[in-house]
């Protein structure tokens, strides 16, 4: 049991506890977490995109606890062999977008004009001239 990773262990995040939630409280979300909080939690953990069980995604995907692998289409379900409700993408290519999420389009900063020009100086009389010499050997 002590294997179980944090949303699976038992009241007061300890290894195989008495398995009763308090009410209202999901499975697997032992810490108190929502299932939502428990896909950010794996994800920083593992470095995959992680979803939670009822995200509808079509990807592949296994259970963070147990390994097992499905390709889903539909709704996420909780994992077949050990209950888990969190997921990691394990395909390639770009994180899947769950239906029904908002994409958030972040609009390119503008690009400022820019003027390259050579042999402008950029100081003053009391700036120092700069030779730049090629093939100088320092001993």
Do not use: H
Not at 1 to 26: D, E, F, H, I, V
Not at 29 to 37: D, E, L, N, Y
Not at 97 to 126: H, K, L, R
């Amino acid at each position: 049991m002590s294997s179980l990773p944090p949303q699976r262990r038992g009241p007061g995040n300890q290894p195989g506890g008495s398995g009763a939630r308090p009410a209202g409280q999901q499975p697997g979300s032992a810490r108190g977490m929502s299932p939502a909080q428990g896909a950010l939690d794996a994800e920083r953990r593992l470095g995959l995109p992680c979803y939670f069980a009822g995200q509808r995604i079509s990807a592949i995907v296994g259970c963070v606890a147990c390994q097992f692998q499905i390709n889903n289409r539909a709704a996420l379900p909780t994992c077949p062999d050990c209950g888990e409700m969190i997921w990691a993408y394990l395909g390639s290519g770009p994180r899947p977008i769950p239906e029904g999420d908002v994409v958030e389009t972040v609009a390119a900063p503008a690009t400022p004009s820019v003027t390259v020009e050579d042999g402008v100086s950029i100081g003053g009389a009391a700036a120092p001239i700069v030779q730049v010499e090629e093939g100088v050997k320092l001993d």
